[in-house]
């Protein structure tokens, strides 16, 4: 008897608990991984408010960057305008790039030819999501930029450049996810349209479309997260000059640009040093509103 | 059947994991010991060092360490880049035994100067270098300085072709950028302009446009085939070459450091005393940087 309750405990223990437990270990740890960031970087990004005594106003609205000291002002200036702006504008132009292109792709995926969108299309986004991210910035130094310079003129590096770089990047995302949102659309909806008489294009454009509203603007918003947090291309085909951008064939710096140039030079604990902290918490800060923005498109959806 | 395979996933995985910290410990084991166990004898030293930091020096690092090792087999010397900031942090924390860096730990802000010990092991040149289609072979220091800080804008103005002057930098923290500030500019604050990340970057960015200016270390193009695409300009009319810096003729130069926490031990110092070494003279020299040896001038 007791051995038989042994074997029913170890047994209920291997069937229920071994994996239970195990997931309940790596949920438990991924959790405590992201507190744990997230409450480094707020201590290591407030120190340049709190140690070093640096405006917060000054550090998001100037744009003065002048990490050194010397010059103009004696004293090290970190404003983060010139960043703040690059990649927000380098961001949105993007997505006013790719979103139509997205969603336009999602739409032939699915509704105008379903055969090809399977076959060939469906696969090659996915070709492009696995493409990292030093080779599109690779390819946008030594084909992008020749090309803009003869073209348009400037110098080949600028905002243009980061843009279409950033726009090709962002495409899958947004493309992979207005499709998931259109394949969602009930069938009913197409099928009404067609029996009141209207035509693909005004289905299309009139109920396939807006019902899949929330989906293409989660995927939009998930494109411009993405381009916001993006680096690597865009540092090297932006110029990375510490001015506003003169014009879409300007140059000019973004948040992440700065931080990938100086983060491996400034020495931890310095002022220098702590507002590149301070530029990362931004970042994360601008992440999570997007993801809020994505939780109340999502529920808005759902209705 | 289905639960089975489930939980043979599940118990592999937990194996995997276990493995992968108890390896993971193992290691980091084998370090501390190889850094802290005493060498046997002179004559066979063995063990593993690291030696982290500026990417300036990391090719020459590199060759030495190679070298070391064929003469002390079972000594390893580890040589990552990281950047001199990050060399310098690292060799005080004392997570490696070597931080290497383009400039003096006293000049970078945050690093206690005093617990370092400096060991140069030889000097670097940097050049102004320009795209060909400037049209310009020589400059004044006055020159240079008024190009860099935007007094200067086109090329015909000291006698180049009719091209707009791009400004190329390092990030403000590179160690190139810093010597460059001292000896070629007086110190004085550069216009706003490109910023590379590395100096192939600025080779390539150098290359595609017309007007750039900007400054490399005279490694990044001792080999002649390394020069196409790049106009190497002459200060004051002297060239940047090796015989002009070890006499202080042409002033953009600089040493680079390997610094150690305190005195070095065993390995460290049996490298350091090797880099510096006669046997390393050619292979310092084939790199494009100066030995000590060679050097007639001194700074401080």
Same mark, same amino acid.
């Given at each position: 008897m007791k051995k038989n309750n042994m074997k029913t405990i170890f047994l209920k223990l291997r069937n229920e608990y071994l994996g239970r437990?195990? $997931?309940?270990?790596?949920? $438990?740890?991924?959790?405590l991984l992201t507190f744990s960031i997230i409450f480094f970087l707020t201590t290591k990004g407030l120190s340049t408010f709190i140690n070093h005594g640096y405006s917060i106003a000054h550090f998001i609205f100037s744009g003065d960057w002048n990490p050194e000291g010397g010059g103009k002002s004696p004293s090290p200036q970190f404003g983060t305008l010139i960043f703040i702006l690059g990649s927000t504008v380098v961001s949105f132009l993007a997505v006013l790039v790719s979103a139509p292109i997205g969603v336009a792709l999602a739409v032939f995926m699915n509704v105008i030819s379903p055969k090809i969108g399977t076959k060939v299309l469906q696969p090659a986004i996915e070709l492009f999501v696995g493409i990292p991210s030093v080779v599109y910035g690779w390819i946008g130094v030594s084909v992008l930029v020749p090309i803009i310079k003869i073209w348009f003129g400037g110098i080949g590096f600028s905002l243009l450049a980061g843009v279409l770089v950033i726009s090709v990047m962002i495409l899958p995302t947004i493309t992979s996810i207005s499709s998931d949102a259109i394949k969602t659309i009930p069938k009913d909806y197409i099928e009404a349209s067609y029996g009141l008489g209207a035509t693909r294009w005004q289905t299309i454009i009139r109920v396939i479309i807006p019902a899949a509203k929330s989906g293409i603007l989660t995927g939009i918003v998930l494109g411009v997260s993405r381009a916001f947090g993006e680096a690597l291309a865009v540092q090297m085909v932006i110029g990375n000059s510490v001015t506003f951008p003169k014009g879409l064939l300007g140059t000019t710096s973004t948040l992440t640009s700065i931080l990938t140039m100086d983060m491996a030079n400034t020495i931890y604990g310095t002022a220098w040093n702590d507002a590149l902290w301070s530029m990362a918490l931004l970042l994360l800060i601008i992440s999570f509103i997007f993801i809020l923005i994505i939780r109340k498109l999502g529920k808005r959806g759902e209705i | 059947m289905k639960k089975k395979s489930l939980n043979l996933m599940v118990a592999a995985l937990a194996v995997a994991m276990t493995a992968g910290i108890f390896t993971g410990c193992s290691s980091k084991k084998e370090e501390v010991k190889a850094t802290t166990a005493p060498a046997a004898t002179e004559a066979a030293l063995t063990g593993s060092i690291t030696a982290a930091g500026s990417t300036a020096l990391q090719p020459l690092a590199e060759l030495g360490a190679k070298s070391f090792l064929d003469k002390n087999p079972g000594a390893t010397v580890n040589v990552q880049g990281g950047g001199s900031g990050t060399g310098l942090k690292l060799v005080l924390e004392g997570s490696v035994e070597i931080g290497n860096s383009d400039i003096y730990a006293k000049d970078k802000a945050g690093i206690d100067a005093a617990a370092l010990k400096d060991h140069k092991v030889c000097v670097i040149g940097i050049a102004a270098v320009t795209n060909p289609k400037a049209k310009v072979e020589s400059l004044t220091k006055a020159q240079l300085i008024d190009i860099f800080t935007g007094k200067i804008k086109n090329w015909k103005e000291v006698g180049g072709a009719d091209i707009a002057i791009t400004i190329i930098n390092r990030p403000a923290s590179s160690g190139t950028r810093a010597t460059f500030k001292e000896f070629g500019l007086d110190k004085k604050e550069e216009a706003a302009g490109l910023t590379q990340d590395s100096s192939g970057a600025v080779k390539q960015a150098v290359k595609q446009t017309d007007g750039a200016i900007s400054y490399l270390a005279l490694s990044y193009f001792a080999d002649a085939a390394n020069k196409e695409g790049l106009n190497i300009l002459k200060l004051d009319g002297v060239e940047a070459t090796a015989e002009n810096?070890? +006499?202080?003729?042409?002033?953009?130069?600089?040493?680079?450091?390997?610094? +150690?926490?305190?005195?070095? +031990?065993?390995?460290?110092k049996a490298f350091l005393d090797y880099m510096v070494s006669p046997e390393m003279n050619a292979g310092i020299k084939k790199l494009g940087y100066i030995p000590m040896a060679d050097m007639k001038a001194k700074r401080d």
């Open positions: 437990g195990y $997931a309940i270990f790596c949920g $438990a740890v991924i959790v | 810096i070890s +006499t202080d003729k042409y002033k953009i130069w600089a040493y680079e450091h390997m610094y +150690t926490k305190g005195e070095p +031990t065993e390995i460290t």
